[in-house]
């Protein structure tokens, strides 16, 4: 993989994939992490007198111009935090897309609207990727990929584009991979993986992949309760998969999974619900577990102290609440508090976690801006953006 930082780029236009896939509430964004992850490698180039057009996606609108999905508010933070104008072209590869990159200048910075209002960039049909890969190639004199958080996905915008322009990858793509290789290959032992989130489905894969390359897999979050109810107990209302059952049931019997021991338990989704610490194998049936309880904080970090390496993907509970949010602040706390150790977040609402919680993001080795894209990694799978960056 070429990096970024081989090409010559003064004077070209490069076309520069990044990952500015924030929450916004209200027309504001709520969390910049990626903005400001994104920032680095378009401030070398403006400063390096490139020509730079910005691509990028939010959210999932339908093929389709929705302003709900503008990226307006992300402009005006991507402004701010580059120090520099950032000119929003009001389309994709339309008309106003056209002048603006046209009227580029060494230096300037276009980002176009959200690549997603463009049907052909997630469609399945080659042709129809490439025919709008052609117009983005049009754009640009190279091509550079920094959007981690994309690269497992076979779209117009980190695939294809790549194969029509010189291409190069960018230092969070670089950064990532040097990481997730760390967890994949000679990782120093012990080795301990967290995992939480909302469903076990979602991430069985990377259980099914990881559990015999690790010493210890704690589970918390929404998915510990298919676990638990695999393990014969009541869940009351949890969320609960009963189509994983057996499967949980089969991973159990690796010896190396902790389940918690005791959990926020809540009459309803809600922060002003009735709550209380229940043990885990008690979780009333007209309740729902909302967190992991302090007694399962403590058996994690025991679990994972002395761990040299540490992956940890998706809150321990629904954090978003105040009082379902100790169980990841404990957590969380527990692996920025390892010496010595290479402590990788991965998943978008684990980073945020580690921001609305105040934790102090340097206190990990790592954090991932690519929640799916690194699960992907980790399961072993060829993600198309990097292979493609590859040759
Ligand atoms: P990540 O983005 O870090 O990979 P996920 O997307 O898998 O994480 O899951 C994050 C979501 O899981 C959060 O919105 C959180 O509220 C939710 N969650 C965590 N614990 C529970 C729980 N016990 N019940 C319901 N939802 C939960
Ligand atoms: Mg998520």
């Keep these: 993989m070429r990096n970024a930082d081989e090409l010559v780029v003064k004077g070209r236009t490069v076309l520069v994939r990044s990952d500015l896939n924030v929450p916004i509430q209200d027309g504001a964004v709520t969390d910049d992490g990626r903005i400001r992850a994104s920032v680095p490698l378009i401030r070398s180039l403006v400063e390096q007198g490139a020509k730079v057009v910005v691509v990028a996606h939010l959210g999932r609108p339908k093929g389709r111009p929705d302003p709900a999905y503008s990226l307006a508010p992300v402009a005006q933070r991507l402004e701010q935090l580059l120090g520099r104008p950032v000119r929003l072209a009001r389309d994709v590869v339309g008309p106003d897309a056209r002048s603006s990159v046209k009227e580029l ?3 300037g910075v276009v980002l176009l609207e959200n690549v997603r209002f463009e049907a052909a960039e997630t469609a399945k049909d080659d042709a ?8 983005l190639a049009a754009f640009a004199d190279l091509y550079v990929d920094d959007a981690f958080g994309a690269v497992h996905r076979k779209h117009a915008s980190v695939y294809d584009v790549a194969q029509r322009l010189e291409h190069a990858a960018g230092p969070l793509v670089v950064a990532e991979v040097e990481v997730l290789h760390r967890l994949e290959v000679d990782t120093e032992r012990p080795y301990v993986v967290v995992l939480g989130g909302s469903k076990v ?3 069985i894969n990377v259980i099914e992949a990881l559990l015999p390359k690790v010493d210890r897999l704690l589970i918390g979050g ?4 298919t676990f638990l109810k695999a393990q014969g107990h009541d869940v009351g209302s949890s969320l609960l998969e009963e189509g994983m ?7 159990l019997g690796s010896g190396k999974i902790v389940l918690p021991v005791d959990v926020v338990a809540a009459t309803a989704f809600s922060a002003d619900a009735e709550h209380a610490v ?3 194998d008690r979780i009333p049936p007209d309740r729902m577990g909302l967190d992991i309880g302090p007694k399962s904080v403590e058996l994690f ?6 761990a040299r390496t540490v992956f940890w993907n998706g809150p321990m509970g629904v954090f978003e609440l105040a009082p379902y949010a100790e169980g990841t602040r404990g957590v969380a706390e527990a692996v920025a508090s390892l010496k010595g150790a290479l402590t990788v977040v991965g998943g978008g609402d684990s980073a945020a976690a580690v ?3 105040g934790i102090g993001e340097d206190r990990f080795t790592h954090i991932s801006t690519g929640g799916g894209a690194s699960l992907e990694h980790l399961e072993g799978k060829t993600l198309p953006g990097l292979s493609v960056l590859e040759d």
């Design 105 to 107: 200048r060494e230096g």
């Design 128 to 135: 129809e990727r490439g025919a709008f890969a052609d117009q």
């Design 201 to 203: 489905s979602d991430k």
């Design 222 to 225: 929404g998915m510990c309760f």
């Design 245 to 251: 059952l057996e499967q949980c049931r089969r991973l």
């Design 278 to 280: 229940v043990d885990a």
């Design 301 to 306: 970090a025991t679990a994972l102290a002395g």
């Design 355 to 357: 921001r609305a919680l």
